[in-house]
């Protein structure tokens, strides 16, 4: 079936939040559409929305508390009808959607590895005992607490110029940042090393862009479908069953990555105590068929293996 396609009279309007990295990932599904259906840019229009998670920037999200923190004024403007279609970082995203909003979309995932930023040393295995490392996150700092047990952690939250900023003035000495996003505004110079994910298991769905739509939008669903990246849709379909049967939101240490040969898929999990003084890992292999299924097997896996005292906030 075809659909009466947007023009500058009537956009497609693409929501987002107002970040650098935001904007720029709405950019680039506005080409991605540009380019699937011969549209010029004016049949789009970009529609920046204040999301919560970015208006408090001096505490760790965790004290924020409550989910979709990123994303919950977004998909009340999605659900009004405001905006056509939401884009968002698949890694901030809940592994449910509101009823009657879709999330089965996404471009081509970017790297997934985590960079390691410092502007005097070289790697982990070059900060010295006892150094100051920054991260907000909850997944870093317990991998980084567990590998280094006599690093200093502070808080860091904000854009990457922040981030950058803090480094300067001393703050901490070095941070971590994905790949992805910097890859993406042209700052991959600021990483010092892309960790392996062997060293360091990205966050789940690290690295892709995924755009939210209404169930019951029939056009804007036919036009997604025209730009869906089938690779980036198995594995994080993997990767999200993963995280959902642990019930993982911003509040847990949890690390995932499933990686694709031919029709066959490799998922690697951990999960982490807080404090990093436990890590529990583990990794399926299976049929990109059986995708969803295999995340929860090894989130079963995991919870299996783990003392009753292991998510210590339950
Ligand atoms: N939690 C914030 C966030 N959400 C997505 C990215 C980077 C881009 C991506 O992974 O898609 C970042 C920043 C970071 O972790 O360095």
Known sequence: MTHALPNPAQPLKI???????????????????????????????????????????????????????????????????????????MKDM??????????????????????????RHGGLADLPQGAVVGSSSLRRRAQLALRRPDLKLVEFRGNVQ??????????????????????RLGMAHVARAAIAPEEMLPAVAQGAIG???????????????????????????????FLQRLDGSCETPIAG????DGENLWL?????????TESISGARRGVISDAAALGRDLAEELLGRAPKDFFGWH
């Open 211 to 241: 755009i939210e739509r209404r169930v019951a939008d029939a056009r804007v669903e036919w036009m997604l479908s025209a730009i869906h990246h089938r690779e980036t849709g198995i594995r994080l379909a993997a990767e999200r069953a």
């Open 268 to 276: 690697r999990g951990e999960i982490l105590r807080p404090d990093g």
């Open 94 to 119: 809940p592994t449910l959607q509101p009823e009657g909003l879709v999330l089965d979309c996404y471009l081509p995932r970017e790297d997934v590895r985590d960079g390691f930023v410092s502007p």
């Open 162 to 183: 922040t981030r950058m900023r803090k480094l300067d003035e001393g703050v901490a000495v070095a941070t971590f940042l994905a790949m992805a996003g910097l890859n």
């Open 257 to 260: 990555l499933a990686i694709l």
């Open 15 to 89: 929501g987002t939040r107002g970040s650098p990295l935001a904007l720029w990932q709405a950019h680039e599904t506005r080409r991605a559409l540009m380019a699937a259906f011969s549209l010029p840019e004016a049949a789009f229009e970009i529609v920046v929305i204040k999301v919560t998670g970015d208006q408090i920037l001096d505490k760790p999200l965790k004290e924020i508390g409550g989910k979709g923190l990123f994303t919950r004024e977004i998909e009340e403007a999605l659900l009004e009808g405001g905006i056509d279609i939401a884009v968002h970082s």
